[in-house]
């Protein structure tokens, strides 16, 4: 292995053990890191030795070969993070990209659903299936990632011990292994006991006929991983929306999480609370959600002024 592959594998490393970053987190930073030493070892530039002009001459090409500006700024902080680390380490004494501003990202708003949409997809849910079995398991994912706003990732990898006993609460580990605890609604909850109802019952059923023990996710598959994947749910919700009648290219999980938001601050929710919920590290993340914010207020000026109404 080359110097500058040794050095970004100790990167992924510490990110890995210390910040917790996530699988796709790492392969991201290997990714643009390998890029990136790629192009200095073509100008016979060690990865180490890169200087700011360097960094920048890399992401103005990067423009010039008309990248996006979302791939540009990730590779920026890509580049940040590893100098960042390298100076912790002792590996440089300086970070070349601290003081190097990126292109940042398009705020663009996040697609959501109606109220409306979301009812007709959770009524949806009740009659998708083949069997009982797939029909209950895709009311309680869809009623849990609505009541909650879970990453999907989070909701099909919920160990079962996280809802044991009709729980009001559920506690969610996100991000980095921070945990967080969010309430479920009655209808999701109703669903829940029914999901775990019948649960109960095939794990008997399976332990008797071929001695074997229960799974301990909430959503077991005979996937590699033991859970239900995103991927399969992917397909299922594009299905549910299909169903309902509403366009499947407009709906994903990530969607429900955004109508879990938005919903939530169209009826008076403050955007602290919304942080909490969602699990963002930063309010920042969360802020993208005030345009439902100043469509309210703009509405109720609207409404309630006196010479608006003129």
């Given at each position: 292995?080359?110097p500058?592959?040794?050095h ?23 990714r643009d ?12 530039i ?15 090409e ?8 979302a791939?540009r ?8 993070q590893?100098y960042?680390f390298?100076?912790?380490?002792g590996?440089?004494?300086d970070?070349?990209?601290?003081q190097?501003e ?6 663009r ?7 409306a ?5 959770l ?17 309680c994912?869809?009623q ?9 990732s989070?909701l ?6 996280a ?13 980095g ?5 969010v ?7 109703a669903a ?33 991983a ?21 366009d499947p ?28 919920l ?28 006196p010479?608006?109404?003129?």
């Open positions: 292995m080359t500058h592959r040794l970004i594998q100790s990167f992924l490393e510490a990110q890995s053990a210390e910040a917790g970053a996530s699988e796709n987190t790492l392969l991201g930073y290997g890191l390998r890029i990136f030493a790629d192009w200095l070892a073509e100008r016979s060690v990865l180490l030795d890169a200087a700011r002009e360097d960094v920048e001459t890399f992401l103005m990067a423009e010039t070969e008309g990248l996006s500006r791939t700024a990730r590779r920026l902080s890509s580049i940040k590893f960042r390298c100076f912790e380490d590996l440089r004494d970070n070349p990209a601290i190097i990126g292109p940042g990202r398009a705020k708003l996040p697609k959501t659903l109606s109220i949409e979301v009812d007709a997809l009524d949806a849910a009740e009659e998708h299936g083949r069997s009982q079995e797939e029909r209950l398991r895709t009311v994912l869809m849990m990632l609505y009541a909650t706003g879970m990453r999907v989070e099909v990898t919920l160990p079962f011990a809802v044991r006993g009709d729980p009001r609460l559920i506690l969610i580990r996100g991000k292994g921070k945990e967080r605890m309430p479920l609604s009655p209808p999701a909850r829940l006991a029914q999901w775990l109802e019948w649960r109960a019952h095939a794990d008997e059923i399976a332990a008797e006929e071929r001695e074997q023990t229960p799974s301990s996710f909430l959503f077991p598959s005979r996937a590699k033991g859970h239900l994947t995103r991927q399969s749910f992917f397909l299922t919700v594009k299905s549910l929306a299909a169903h309902a009648g509403i290219g407009k709906v994903t999980p990530h969607t429900l999480r955004h109508a879990f938001a938005t919903h939530l601050l169209q009826n008076g929710a403050d955007l602290r609370s919304i942080q909490t969602l699990g963002h590290a930063d309010v920042a993340t969360t802020e993208i959600y005030t345009h439902v914010l100043e469509e309210r207020l703009r509405e109720l000026v609207l409404e309630h002024h010479l608006a109404k003129s």
